[in-house]
């Protein structure tokens, strides 16, 4: 559906943003920008700290079981 994109090049791209500007003004598109950027930004820190409370309950789990298994064979 959206194969047309793969075929954009830097010329139409340009044509797009200079209709973006012309339609809603250079301060609309910089916002928009802005605010693109900082929601990247939180992505980035969300998926960091996910990812570090998996590793932190992975290391968890590991020391249980380990645990665990030194109570099994005593």
Sequence with gaps: MFDFIK???PTELIVVLLIL???FGGKAIT???RTGGETIKEVKKVKKEFTAALEL???DNEKSSGEEQKGVSK
């Design 7 to 9: 075929n954009i090049g």
């Design 31 to 33: 916002r928009l920008a």
């Design 21 to 23: 500007i012309v339609f």
């Design 57 to 59: 309950d992975d290391d």
